[in-house]
């Protein structure tokens, strides 16, 4: 009886993620090397939101549900303590990262970069997350960028790197400083 009621919750989560994210312009589908990459859009037509034309979705593309809890597990692992507005802005520089070409093209590739977030290195993104960064992650992928395109961000009281304070920060939301 326990399995059919974890697989009957299963499958609502999966049906409300699926209703939950929009699927416009941009699909990320798995590769074989377990990779995700983009279908159906050159990475050179990707902007940053804020320089898309009004009349296009502003969806950020489509994960699976696998890429999904990734994304909310660094979100907690980095913004635990942080505003609403702060969790979803921290999913926003990932997917703004994918956008650059700067930075890799895809989603885990950003995430799994050497020394792009703390929470890889020292492995804290492999705690639980919870159901509000895993709303943030929706809400970042849903296309709110509280962050207008910024790229880092970091915690002024806490960030020891004399680099990350050459870019020029153009938000603050909670603890966090946000730059290009």
Known sequence: MKNKKVLIGFLVFSLMTLMVLPIYQIA???????????????????TPQNNRPKEQPVSRGKVDRDELA???????????AEPFEGKIAVGAVMLNRVQSADFPGTLTGVIYQEQAFESVANNHYKKPY??????????????????NGALYFWNPATAKSTWIWSRPVTKQIGDHVFAN
């Open 70 to 80: 990734l994304m909310a597990s660094i979100i907690e692992a980095e913004a635990k």
């Open 28 to 46: 990320l589908t798995k590769s074989k090397s377990n990779q995700i990459s983009y279908s159906g859009a050159k990475r050179s037509n990707l």
């Open 130 to 147: 919870s159901d509000e960064s895993l709303k943030a992650a929706q809400a970042a992928l849903a296309g709110q960028d509280p962050t």
